[in-house]
């Protein structure tokens, strides 16, 4: 496995647990509601752009594109 795929796997894995925690999801339900509102492949759409910020940031803009396709994450 490349070094940029373990990075990508690493960076998802953090910010699902990052949104659980704010959200205070357990980690799978926050996983499952972000696959359910694009959350999950709008970060590895927008990885290159999305690694970048800081993650707080990152979470924000999850939530953002969660809520604009169908979410109740406030």
Request: proline share 0%; with cysteine; aromatic share 10%.
């Amino acid at each position: 496995m490349s070094k940029e795929i373990k990075n990508r796997i690493a960076y998802t894995v953090m910010c699902i647990s990052e949104f659980a925690q704010k959200y205070s999801m357990q980690t799978k339900q926050a996983y499952l509601y972000l696959k359910q509102h694009g959350g999950i492949s709008f970060l590895k759409d927008c990885y290159d752009a999305e690694h970048l910020l800081s993650i707080d940031d990152a979470i924000d803009d999850l939530a953002l594109i969660c809520r604009k396709n169908g979410g109740n994450v406030a």
